[in-house]
């Protein structure tokens, strides 16, 4: 059913730069949050102020679980920007809006200006998706140039005349891929080639990889920092190639075990409002018969090796399945535009009742407090997401109406604006936890100068120091610092004995810890005096 025709030039203009301000504008607005959105920030802060950009500290200690190009974007947003949560949060958003982008360009070049247009819709609207793009994590720069580096052999492939070029621009996105989460950048697309291949037998994309500059061009550009980062610290070849790579996929070391089945839910649960689309659009993506054959099965298959690396991996978090949300979003935009009216009623109507069933389960969420000071928060917070399903409800609704009028554009791009404004609306609500995590109240309480020594005792808060806009000192506590503790042991204090020795000899000093421990300390007498305090934590000067 071809329906109503396309949006015209103006309002396609109208719909990205409406888009665009929503988007962007959507990453200031919350307090960051721990570990890792306050984890990233202060790597690169570090860098900032140091002036090392070869070698990534955190707490002014050795990290080397990631490689660097998130760190150096993010200094540079912050030099540019200033000390912001929105100048944070920038790398990960821009990456994510042109992951969008890329995604309406592909699938216009595969599939018809249709199906780019609704593919965009369903990615920038996807649960899931939308709430990684406004975090401060790195996942979404890997996903971005994972898929562009698909995009560039599926162009290569449908254009064997640009195929050059293409690939080129499929090097590099590795090579960028690389440099921002590791060789697992190499492993999955190596991996979707060869099932690809023994699947279809074709070959055909093996011929088009310009390997003669390609690997040339990939280590030109991921080599150098790699090398410099091993000059300087001969211990960074063991600790990130054989710890952070080979150990983190084939153990448990990290702590991150979960069954093979784990990423399941959270693809059904990430996908909404979609999750019946992308299943209908998989379901027929592997037998159709037109000339976008070949793409189509491609898709498939980068989605299926994705879904299984991380799913028989030791380690695992949900971010970790986004690179095939892209390739998702373009299979479903793919059918959207050829479905028929009856059908789409169906899977629009099993969205509209989703946003039922989630307006239900907010009733819950205020049951879920564990602690007597998260009740309050928590209620609030369930308020919200209320509000933000009655906005899906909303959308499904129109949605509906405008396909049963035949305007199947406008009922898909109403629907992924009504998500997308969900999204946010949950997103954004969810600061009302900020207060009971972030660093950031306790920093705006404290009356301190950066030279006097601050320690943080049995806990690291990794928002904390972005926040003070310094590092901490370390007393009883390792975690995920162990490896820089190990390397420069002088930057902390093995026990609470030598941080008390300590304290008593210092002029002014402040300390952060745990409840408990601020309990232990002052049965012992230690000199202090509370001065910022959360449900959790307590700040302590020396009187």
Request: glycine share 8%; with cysteine.
């Amino acid at each position: 059913m071809q329906g109503r025709p396309l949006p015209s030039r103006h309002a396609l203009f109208a719909l990205f730069l409406a888009f665009t301000l929503v988007w962007v504008g959507g990453l200031g607005f919350r307090k960051l949050a721990g570990p890792d959105e306050g984890r990233y920030a202060e790597i690169a802060r570090e860098m900032l102020v140091s002036g090392d950009f070869v070698t990534p500290r955190l707490d002014g200690l050795k990290y080397f679980e990631k490689p660097p190009l998130q760190y150096w974007a993010s200094a540079a947003a912050l030099a540019a920007f200033g000390q912001s949560e929105w100048a944070a949060r920038l790398w990960a958003g821009t990456t994510g809006f042109l992951c969008v982008l890329l995604t309406y360009f592909t699938g216009c070049r595969l599939f018809g200006r249709k199906a780019g247009l609704l593919a965009a819709a369903v990615l920038g609207s996807s649960l899931l998706f939308l709430l990684v793009g406004h975090m401060n994590t790195l996942d979404m720069g890997l996903a971005f140039f994972l898929n562009l580096a698909v995009a560039g052999v599926l162009l290569a492939n449908r254009e064997p005349e640009q195929a050059r070029r293409w690939m080129l621009t499929t090097w590099t996105a590795l090579a960028l891929a690389v440099l921002s989460k590791g060789l697992v950048a190499l492993l999955l697309p190596l991996a979707t080639l060869l099932a690809y291949s023994l699947l279809t037998r074709d070959f055909a994309p093996w011929r088009r990889l310009h390997l003669a500059i390609g690997l040339p061009l990939l280590l030109l550009l991921t080599a150098p920092w790699h090398l410099a980062v091993s000059l300087a610290n001969p211990d960074f070849f063991h600790f990130y190639f054989i710890h952070e790579h080979f150990e983190r996929f084939l153990t448990t070391v990290h702590g991150r075990y979960q069954p093979w089945w784990y990423f399941l839910p959270i693809l059904a649960a990430g996908a909404l409002p979609w999750t019946t689309v992308m299943a209908q659009a998989l379901a027929t993506a592997w037998r159709s018969t037109d000339a976008a054959l070949a793409a189509r099965r491609l898709l498939l298959v980068w989605s299926a090796v994705v879904l299984g690396f991380f799913s028989a991996s030791g380690s695992k978090l949900p971010p970790y399945i986004l690179p095939m949300f892209p390739a998702l979003a373009l299979l479903a935009g793919d059918w959207l535009a050829r479905a028929q009216r009856r059908t789409l009623l169906i899977h629009l109507g099993l969205a509209t009742l989703a946003a039922v069933a989630a307006l239900l389960l907010t009733t819950r969420v205020p049951g879920l407090a564990g602690k007597e000071f998260e009740k309050l928060p928590m209620a609030s917070y369930a308020l919200t997401l209320g509000s933000a399903t009655g906005l899906w409800f909303a959308g499904g609704v129109l949605a509906l109406a405008l396909v049963w009028r035949e305007r199947i554009v406008a009922a898909i791009l109403a629907l992924a604006a009504s998500a997308l404004a969900a999204g946010l609306c949950a997103l954004i609500g969810h600061d009302v936890f900020s207060p009971l995590g972030s660093g950031y109240h306790l920093a705006r309480q404290l009356p301190y100068r950066p030279e006097i020594p601050f320690y943080s005792i049995h806990m690291y808060d990794q928002t904390l120091p972005f926040y003070l806009g310094r590092t901490l000192t370390l007393v009883e506590f390792r975690g995920e610092l162990a490896f820089g503790l190990d390397a420069e042991p002088e930057r902390g204090l093995a026990t609470v004995a030598r941080f008390v020795e300590r304290w008593r000899q210092d002029g002014q000093a402040y300390a952060v810890m745990p409840d408990t421990t601020y309990a232990e300390l002052a049965r012992e007498q230690l000199p202090m005096v509370v001065v910022a305090r959360d449900p959790q934590r307590v700040v302590v000067a020396k009187p």
